[in-house]
């Protein structure tokens, strides 16, 4: 299940999970990324887009970050210093990984291929959980602890800016094409609400707050600018679907037919992947669910060797890979299991692919 329904069960409120999160690390996307809207799935370019290069997987109850070669099931190379409950992964444009630890309160860059950390954030941080890099490369991290998002300057570790009106628990975090910074608050008015607030550059007082979501996990944008939300009900078996925004916060259209869906991406085509952890009684163990563009009709459901996943990514030739309990999995582009990666593999939260 995703991490922060582990948590809210113990933690009904804003104030009593920041107090319980100092002791607790991830048990179970997107993945931050650039993009962040894989939400710990990581697409790694702008929009969701597929990938190519190195796989990365950043490992919860190991933490590490494992790296395979392209086609590999071993692992080329592990990084280990200051890793410590990994939470998301981001590269920027130099190819520098960022992990989020969610263990330490600790974000931990690395150069390009590398493996030993170059700068360590602390500063305002308290339970990391999405990352995000603007188009001038600042550095934005969502602390679900502290209920803000602060920015770093490209190579700073110390806070630059400060958002805290309108966050509430964030966990997902997207840049617009415009530029505007969209944050996911798993808490709104209740513990099955929650909101996306929207802040144009450098602003701090959000510009619009859309409500009818629950719990947004993951945040994605397609090339037209339309914003894909996951919503993640955390305790409710109700209210969770992928509501689809217009560049100017139109509702669009909502899609009801998922249970606590984790994470989401784009192929090439512009087909939207749903990673459905699954409830208590639908879909126990999840699975993966394709829409056609604009469609709330399911295409595809992949669920040969999928366990309750929570990070999507696709590569260059259009492979899907999942996130699961212990295990990632890779399917062709007509949805056929073609390998499993399990080497390395434990209790992977997101995925990205990198030098």
């Excluded at 600018?225 to 509501?243: E, F, K, M």
């Excluded at 007509?334 to 390998?339: K, P, Q």
Aim: proline letters at 5%; a neutral charge; charged letters at 10%.
């Amino acid at each position: 299940m995703k991490r922060l329904r582990s948590l809210i069960g113990a933690c009904l409120s804003g104030a009593v999970f920041a107090a319980c999160s100092s002791a607790v690390s991830p048990s179970v996307p997107a993945s931050g990324s650039p993009q962040a809207g894989a939400s710990r799935s990581a697409a790694a370019s702008a929009f969701g887009r597929s990938s190519n290069g190195n796989l990365y997987v950043a490992n919860a109850r190991a933490n590490t970050v494992t790296v395979y070669a392209p086609g590999s099931n071993s692992v080329l190379r592990t990084i280990s210093q200051g890793v410590n409950a990994p939470d998301a992964l981001a590269l920027d444009g130099a190819g520098d990984l960022y992990i989020a630890n969610a263990g330490t309160n600790t974000v931990t860059v690395y150069a390009a291929g590398g493996s030993s950390t170059i700068l360590t954030i602390s500063q305002g941080i308290k339970l990391p959980r999405a990352l995000a890099l603007d188009a001038s490369g600042n550095l934005f991290v969502a602390s679900a602890g502290a209920n803000t998002v602060t920015a770093y300057a490209p190579g700073s570790g110390s806070v630059m800016q400060t958002i805290s009106q309108g966050i509430n628990v964030p966990d997902a975090l997207a840049f617009g094409r415009s530029g505007n910074l969209n944050v996911g608050n798993v808490y709104g008015n209740g513990y099955s609400a929650g909101t996306v607030t929207i802040y144009a550059p450098g602003g701090a007082k959000p510009t619009r707050t859309l409500t009818e979501g629950s719990a947004p996990v993951a945040l994605l944008f397609d090339a037209s600018g339309d914003l894909y939300v996951s919503n993640d009900a955390p305790i409710c078996c109700y209210q969770n679907w992928v509501t689809v925004y217009s560049p100017k916060k139109k509702l669009l259209l909502t899609i009801t037919k998922v249970h606590h869906p984790d994470a989401l991406a784009f192929d090439g085509s512009e087909n939207l992947f749903v990673a459905d952890n699954g409830g208590k009684y639908i879909h126990p163990v999840g699975q993966v669910t394709e829409y056609a563009p604009g469609s709330t009709s399911v295409v595809r459901t992949i669920s040969a060797g999928v366990s309750h996943p929570v990070a999507l990514a696709f590569d260059s030739s259009q492979n899907l890979f999942v996130a699961n309990a212990n295990t990632v999995t890779v399917y062709t582009d007509d949805g056929n299991l073609e390998r499993t990666i399990s080497q390395g593999v434990s209790n992977p939260r997101a995925l990205i692919f990198g030098p």
